[in-house]
């Protein structure tokens, strides 16, 4: 029911709530994978740079939902936990050198993706549940600050200053490599906004689906369509823009000072701005 799917959506919000509680959150890496504070600032432990969620199905009590996070330092890991029902780590993987600056589910769950910090500079994609392997990966010429998937979870997009840039998996070649096939990418024709830094990227849902919304830390908001180009934009009323989030009737856009400003994603036409926190 209902009520079902939103007591369980609450507990787990508490459950993510509660890892991110202290600012220096350390999550052992053992065998078995279990969380246990009792094993906090051991030589086995792996300091968490950033955690994310799957939203597969929209329902959190989906048994294939799940965290991943991911350290940094020597051997850093992306590591996954499943948090509905066994709560408990999944999947370790490991091929980055020195740590990762961002990571992301597919919305089908099947896939997640990694992108290495500087000075590794690589994309990886991985088949987390079966082969635990990477299939596909690339070189990114910049440091990458945001990266989501598209809703078919077909390609994903990274974001980061002068560039936002669109990246393929062809599946008839990574089902029968044994090793990575090389990630297919293409750059986003940015226009008069080439220059700017993008510090977040979202793709479109339901009827925008084909489009991908992008936010510049000046402070405006960009959709380009499905061949890649510069659509439209509007400018915010804020100073500094960090983040975004696009559902099907709103895109949400994070600013300074605390302040959200909602907009539709069929025009771009302002909506509302959120009451601010305390």
């Known amino acids: 029911t209902a009520d079902d799917i ?5 507990t787990i919000k508490n459950r993510i709530k509660n890892l991110l ?7 052992r890496n053992n065998r078995k994978g279990n969380i246990d504070d009792k094993d906090l600032g051991s030589r086995e432990t792996l300091k968490v740079l950033g955690i994310t969620a799957s939203d597969n199905s929209g329902l959190a009590c989906d048994p294939l939902s799940g965290l991943v996070a991911y350290s940094s330092g020597h051997l850093p890991a ?9 709560q408990q780590q999944v999947a370790e993987l490991q091929e980055h050198r020195y ?3 961002c990571v992301a589910f597919s919305p089908n769950s099947k ?4 992108v290495g910090y500087e000075h590794d500079m690589m994309v990886h994609i991985w088949a987390w549940k079966v082969r635990q392997t990477v299939i596909a990966a690339n070189k990114v010429s910049s440091k990458v ?4 998937f598209s809703e078919d979870s077909s390609y994903f997009v990274t974001a980061r200053n002068r560039h936002v840039k669109f990246w393929y998996l062809d599946h008839s070649k990574s089902n029968k490599a044994s090793a990575p096939v090389p990630l297919l990418r293409r750059s986003g024709l940015l226009g008069e906004l080439r220059n700017n830094l993008f510090c977040d990227v979202a793709c479109g849902r339901g009827s925008k689906a084909d489009s991908t919304f992008c936010i510049t830390f000046a402070g405006l908001l960009c959709e380009l369509n499905s061949k890649r180009m510069l ?5 915010l009323w804020t100073s500094v823009a960090r983040s975004l989030c696009v559902s099907e009737e709103l895109v949400f856009c994070g600013c300074a000072d605390g302040m959200v400003q909602a907009f ?3 025009d771009l036409g302002f909506i509302c701005t959120l009451p601010r926190p305390h």
């Open 6 to 10: 939103r007591r369980h959506g609450s």
């Open 264 to 266: 539709s994603p069929a």
């Open 145 to 148: 600050q945001a990266v989501l």
């Open 21 to 27: 509680r202290s600012p220096s959150v350390k999550l």
């Open 78 to 86: 992306v590591c996954v936990w499943e948090v509905c029902e066994q």
């Open 111 to 114: 896939y997640i993706v990694s």
């Open 99 to 101: 740590g990762m600056s």
């Open 231 to 235: 659509d439209q934009w509007v400018g």
